[in-house]
Each structure stands twice: as structure tokens, then as C-alpha cells.
């Protein structure tokens, strides 16, 4: 009879993961794998944590037979274990299956573990259950036999545990149970943090369409001035806002202060609605940002980058978005004889939040930005032989950094590279933070470095600038016919040459910028 039920267990076994090898028919063949039941930590006392008879899943740091060896409590250990007890797990545990027989006040009650077998996402345990026989002379004490089965780390998916139980009296078999259980294991979270507000995310792939959930949590505490607490942004890959929670869910009506760890659970597609229709994010690289509002003010998480194709949202991790700056430039304008050795810049943080922009955001100080980094037009590095300071040159109480970047470097790269001889230039001063965040910040300033408009090749005047703003540039300019030209289209040469303002026409203003660059030479290549 022993053995007709092993026989029956063993093609109960069979036929659970021959049905696993249909479910994957037409893909590639998933062999059974057999776990050694060497490691198994088996006891009979247990610190009596485990009264109840079942299949456990433990989820620790580490393999949890292991650590045994650092208890002198035995009771601890357990009570250490039954709090690792868990249905949700994810990919960094390392997974333990216990099983226990409950407690009983007297021993003689044997567990043993026969066989493990692992395929896909199911588990299939084989065990000995022994009850003393009748008459038997047993030991008046309350006993507890588990068996610690040790795993390892699984990757995502849910999980299933089926125990096959021969049950023994005494040498008398008495028949078959099944016990089962189940589980999840995840990819584990990606967490971003500011100081005021946290956000965390399941390291996973979603389908399309379908709802994410977003933990958001607020350490500090916090004290909204609305109706909202938390909100949740999403961010095309060109920083532009594409959606946010908020515009179609109900608000969390939270209008008082509330403590410290105040959190909530948001769902969200991270469509975009329109005020009619929602229309799904295209392909791309999007950013997603968590924000807590104070009294009038938000608070925001760095972002976690998102990758969306047509089907599913991949999270990619934590990333480091530019922050905005505002630049102020000394002096406003530059010129062929502009006498500074050096263009200062005036770097100050951006101050409050506009959702609009993913880098419009406050947070950091000019205390946190590494100088050595800092770059115009990601060209022209900062002069740092020259000085630098920390003040308030504007008088509004916001620290700035004062850097300057050399005018013999800046002057050739506007006339040459950018091409621009006369009106205005947008610089843009880019750099890092310490920590790795870029920001950047754009001043404009007035230019002229007018006037060249023309030289004297074999004895002939040609619209191609000498290097030099000379007595044929001003007479090309103040040639009758040229000269007062309402439309300086009627030559398509010589009238848009001598519109040195571009203001439509040629006058005495183009003469005047000429005259004041009178025997100015363009500036080396």
C-alpha cells in the first residue's frame, strides 16, 4: 500500500509538470530542476512560532540557515523567521519555503522531506508525516517540527507550492494529503527621494494602458494649501510636461497638516486627457516626477526615467534632470573695443516650481554647483584663474555665484562661429552640480562687431570682408543710391551688406554703427 502511494505521488508530480512543459508548447523546453534537500534545517521545537500546520514562504537578506548560527536564542531565531513570512516578495530576497506540522504536546512526531522539484514558476514537494503509534511511550513536551527548506533569489512572477504528504502511524501508512501555497515575487522598487517627499515605483514591466501604482510618501510631514497633497508629472524627453495625475482623479481632500510619514497610493496610466478624450504617451523616453505641495510652494522628487513603446512602460531608474538657473551677463553689451578682459556671469538658483518645465525647479543652492564644470555654449570653459565669489549682486537676498569667462575666447567664437556681427546673443551657461545634476541657465546680450562689409581685391571692391572696418566700408554704405535705400532688396548684393541693423533699410544708423568700429580689425580665428 507504501508504495502504491509513492507511485501515486509520483505521477501526480508527472502530470503537474508535464502540464507545465503543454503550457510552453512551441517554446523552448523547460527541464524540471531537482534542489538537494542537504540544507534543509529541520526542528522540533521551533520557539513554537509556527503552531499553525502549513506551507510558509520566508523572504530574508540572506539564506536564513545561514544566520542560524547567530542566535543563542533559539525562540528568536523563529520569531525572526515568522516575521519574514511573506506572500510578496521580490527578486532581491532570498526565499525560504518552511514547512510545518503544527504543535503537538508530546514528541514522536517525525517531518521529513523526500524531494524538491522546481519547474518555471511551481514548486513540488514530496514529504514523510509521522504520528507515533498507540501505546507508543513518548516524552511530555510541546513540540513544534518545521523544516526550513532554503531557495535562493527567483526572478519575477507568481509562484505556486504544492506538499505531496504520506502520512505514517507509527510503520502503518494511512493515507495522502495535499498542502498548498502561493506567492509573488516582484522586481523589487525604484525609489526617489527629496526632502520633503518620496516616491517609489515596481521595478517592472507594464502593459500599455494599464495602471501603475506609485507610492508616495511625505517623511516630514507637511501642511497643503489646497485641496492636494500629493501629484505625480510626467515629462516628454524634450523636459516638456505631457500629463499629470490629478487632471483626471479626485483630489485627496487632505487640507490640514498631517504627520510625519503620511503616505498614499496612486494609480495612474499616465495618459494625457485633453478635456474630452485620453490619449496614450507616444514611444519615447519620458521622466517622471513626484511632488508634495506645502502652503503655496511644491516640492519635488528627483525623476525616474520611463522607457514606452506601442505596447508596454519599462522602468529604467533613477536619473538626474537639468535644473534651471538664471544667468545675469556683465557687461550687456560687447563690442570691437570692449576694454573687460573677462564677461562675468551671475549664476542664482531658480526659484519656485513651474510644472510646465520639468527643470523649472528650486532646490539647490549656489553652494552646490562645481565651478570647474561650468561651460558657455558647452564651448568656452570658465576662466578659473580669475576671481570668483559667492554674494548677492541683484540685492533680493538669493545667494549667487560669480564666475567670468574670458572675453578673448568669447568675442572670435560669437564672430566667427556663431556668425553673428550685430544685434542680440543668447549664451547659455551649462554645468553639474556635485552630486552629478546638470543645470543650465541663458542670459542675452547685445553684440556689434559691424561694419567689415566689404574689401579691395586686385583693385576691385567685392562684398567680401578684409578683416578690417575701414574708409571702404564706409563709402560702399554712404554711396548715393545705397544710401537712404528704403528697400535695400533692389540690389541683391550690396543692399542687405549695407543693412548692417537689418531694420529693412539702409540710413544714417548703419553709417553710425560703421563709424564707431572705424579701424577695428575682426578677431583672430
Request: net charge negative; glycine share 8%; with cysteine.
Amino acid at each position: 500500500m507504501e508504495t502504491g502511494s509513492k507511485a501515486i505521488v509520483g505521477i501526480m508530480t508527472t502530470l503537474i509538470l508535464f502540464a507545465g512543459f503543454v503550457s510552453v508548447f512551441n517554446m523552448k523546453a523547460v527541464v524540471a530542476e531537482s534542489i538537494p534537500t542537504t540544507e534543509i534545517l529541520y526542528d522540533w521545537i521551533s520557539g513554537y512560532s509556527f503552531p499553525t500546520p502549513g506551507v510558509y514562504v520566508i523572504a530574508t537578506e540572506i539564506n536564513p540557515v545561514k544566520m542560524r548560527q547567530n542566535y543563542t536564542i533559539v525562540n528568536d531565531y523563529y520569531k525572526m523567521l515568522k516575521e519574514h513570512v511573506t506572500t510578496e516578495a521580490n527578486v532581491e530576497d532570498f526565499i525560504s519555503i518552511l514547512v510545518s506540522r503544527g504543535m503537538f504536546s508530546t514528541g514522536g512526531y517525525g517531518l521529513e522531506i523526500r524531494s524538491i522539484e522546481k519547474m518555471n514558476y511551481a514548486f513540488v514537494l514530496s514529504a514523510d508525516f509521522t504520528d507515533p503509534p498507540p501505546g507508543a511511550i513518548l516524552i511530555q513536551v510541546i513540540t513544534n517540527p518545521t523544516a526550513l527548506i532554503p531557495i535562493g533569489n527567483l526572478p519575477a512572477g507568481e509562484y505556486s507550492v504544492t506538499l505531496y504528504i504520506d502520512r505514517y502511524l507509527g510503520h502503518e501508512y494511512m493515507g495522502t494529503e495535499t498542502w498548498t501555497a502561493t506567492f509573488k515575487c516582484s522586481a523589487g522598487w525604484i525609489t526617489v527621494k527629496s526632502h520633503s517627499v518620496e516616491m517609489s515605483i515596481e521595478n517592472k514591466t507594464t502593459a500599455l494602458g494599464e495602471e501603475i501604482s506609485i507610492f508616495m510618501m511625505a517623511p516630514m510631514g507637511t501642511v497643503s494649501g489646497s485641496s492636494q497633497i500629493f501629484d505625480i508629472f510626467l515629462y516628454d524627453s524634450n523636459y516638456s510636461l505631457f500629463s499629470f495625475w490629478s487632471q483626471d482623479k479626485v483630489f485627496l481632500c487632505v487640507i490640514t497638516a498631517v504627520g510625519p510619514g503620511y503616505n498614499a497610493t496612486l494609480r495612474w496610466n499616465l495618459y494625457r486627457y485633453d478635456g474630452r478624450n485620453y490619449f496614450p504617451p507616444h514611444p519615447g523616453d519620458y521622466y517622471l516626477v513626484g511632488a508634495v505641495k506645502g502652503i503655496g510652494t511644491w516640492d519635488v522628487t528627483p525623476s525616474i526615467l520611463l522607457r514606452i513603446d506601442n505596447s508596454t512602460i519599462t522602468p529604467i531608474g533613477p536619473v538626474s534632470l537639468p535644473v534651471f538657473a538664471t544667468v545675469d551677463f556683465e557687461p550687456y553689451g560687447l563690442g570691437f573695443r570692449s576694454s573687460d578682459e573677462w564677461v562675468t556671469a551671475h549664476i542664482e538658483p531658480y526659484e519656485g516650481y513651474d510644472v510646465s518645465d520639468a527643470r523649472a525647479r528650486a532646490g539647490y543652492d549656489v553652494r552646490d554647483i562645481d565651478v570647474s564644470s561650468l561651460k558657455l555654449n558647452d564651448t568656452i570653459s570658465v576662466d578659473l584663474n580669475a576671481p570668483t565669489e559667492i554674494g548677492d549682486y541683484d540685492n533680493d537676498t538669493i545667494p549667487d555665484l560669480t564666475v567670468k569667462f574670458n572675453w578673448t575666447e568669447l568675442i572670435p567664437y560669437i564672430y566667427h562661429v556663431l556668425g553673428i556681427k550685430y544685434g542680440n546673443v543668447t549664451l547659455t551657461v551649462t554645468g553639474e552640480l556635485f552630486d552629478g545634476t546638470p543645470f543650465e541657465g541663458s542670459d542675452t546680450i547685445w553684440v556689434n562687431f559691424a561694419g567689415d562689409i566689404c574689401g579691395m581685391y586686385e583693385g576691385i571692391i567685392l562684398p567680401i570682408p578684409d578683416g578690417v572696418v575701414d574708409l571702404d566700408d564706409f563709402m560702399i554704405i554712404a554711396m548715393p543710391g545705397h544710401i537712404f535705400a528704403r528697400d535695400p532688396t533692389w540690389d541683391p548684393v550690396w543692399g542687405p551688406t549695407c543693412d548692417i541693423n537689418r531694420d529693412g533699410k539702409v540710413g544714417v544708423f548703419d553709417l553710425i554703427i560703421t563709424g564707431l568700429n572705424f579701424g577695428a580689425t575682426a578677431p583672430p580665428q
